[in-house]
Structures are given as C-alpha cells and as structure tokens.
T-cell receptor, first 110, second 114 residues
C-alpha cells in the first residue's frame, strides 16, 4: 500500500543549527511529495512540494529533493530559527488525496 | 478573518451523544475534507467532497457522517460519540487537484468524549 514514514521526534536544536527531518515513502507509481508545517494552535499549511523524481522543492530556507532511488524526501534547512519550532508532516498524493506521515516535532532553542 | 473557519474550537461531550462539527470557507473552493489528528498517527482522512453533490468516504469513515450544505459549508457528525473519537479534527479545502492546489486548513476542533 501507500504510506509515509517519518523520523520520530522531537528534534531539539539550537538556533542556527542544521536541520534534517527524514521521510521515506512507499507507493505505487509516481506520487507527488509534500511537506506541510503546523505551528502551535494552527492548522497545517503547505511548506513545499515536488512532483517528480529529482525535483527539489524549496520555501523559507527549507529544501527537499524527491529521490526515487531511495524513496525519500528529506527536509533540510541550513540554519534554523526559534520561529521554525513546529510539527512537520511529510505527505504523498495518491488518487487525488493526501496520505500523511505521523509528523515530527521540531523544537529550536535560542 | 480566517478563510477556513471551524466551530466550535473545543468541545467536551459524553459517550453516546450526537455532535456536529462545522466548517465554513470563504475561499470559493469546491473541494473540502475532514481529517482527524491523533498523536503518533498523524492525519487521517475521514470524508471528502469535491462539489456540493459529491460525498466520499476516506480511510476512517466508520462512526462519522457528513453533510455538504453548500459550496462553503461542510459539517461532520458523530451520531453516537465514543471515547476513541477523542481527537483534533481539521477541515481543509482545495481549489482543485492536490497535485496543483495545496490544502488550506482550519485551526481545528479539539473534541473530547468522556
């Protein structure tokens, strides 16, 4: 079946540290891949996406590359800020619906 | 004002009660969705609707029903609430296919069933 696996959190970092949140997927065919972010007390919002292999999605300093050979879509940021503290969800699209991972909480301390 | 509004924000109810969660949107989107969020399980799709006359079950529809009263309104009902329906519920909309149109989420309704 189709599924998304994310690294468990929380991920705890100091401000300006490098961030990686791992995401791997299982899917038939060629899904589109997404990262959504949920700030405290809010709903999710799209952070970035990639629609085909080797595409790189980027937004607000975050990047993720669609790796078909490793079925991965890891989220990275070179220098995190306290304001990046949130829960990050990896997701894939199948038959026009999104399948979400379990989410990874990121906590950034000054 | 929020583009996707969910009411109530918080609700505590007792086992066996009927409860309705409401969602309204001002984005003019045809597609609307109901998800529930549970710790360690992420978001799971309950029901979705691609237009006013279209209702589809998601992966966890048992125990829930929905009504699409208008393009802007999509309500979720629990006919007889049970404690394992305690969760954070999100309504979302999209303009079109999720391949090209992101989901826009409300701020959620926290439901507790005692």
């Amino acid at each position: 079946g189709n599924s998304v696996t994310q690294m468990e959190g929380p991920v705890t970092l100091s401000e300006e540290a490098f961030l990686t949140i791992n995401c791997t997927y299982t899917a038939t065919g060629y899904p589109s891949l997404f990262w959504y972010v949920q700030y405290p007390g809010e709903g999710l919002q799209l952070l970035l996406k990639a629609t085909k292999a080797d595409d790189k999605g980027s937004n607000k300093g975050f990047e993720a590359t669609y790796r078909k050979e490793t079925t991965s879509f890891h989220l990275e940021k070179g220098s995190v800020q306290v304001s990046d503290s949130a829960v990050y969800f990896c997701a894939l699209s199948r038959t026009d619906k999104l399948i979400f991972g379990t989410g990874t909480r990121l906590q950034v301390f000054p | 004002d929020a583009d996707v509004t969910q009411t109530p924000r918080n609700r505590i109810t007792k086992t066996g009660k009927r409860i309705m969660l409401e969602c309204s949107q001002t984005k003019g989107h045809d597609r609307m969705y109901w998800y529930r969020q549970d710790p360690g399980l992420g978001l799971r799709l309950i029901y979705y609707s691609f237009d006013v006359k279209d209702i589809n079950k998601g992966e966890i529809s048992d125990g829930y029903s929905v009504s699409r009263q208008a393009q802007a309104k999509f309500s979720l009902s629990l006919e007889s609430a049970i404690p394992n329906q305690t969760a954070l519920y999100f309504c979302a909309t999209s303009e079109g296919s999720i391949y090209n149109s992101p989901l826009h989420f409300g701020n959620g309704t926290r439901l507790t069933v005692t």
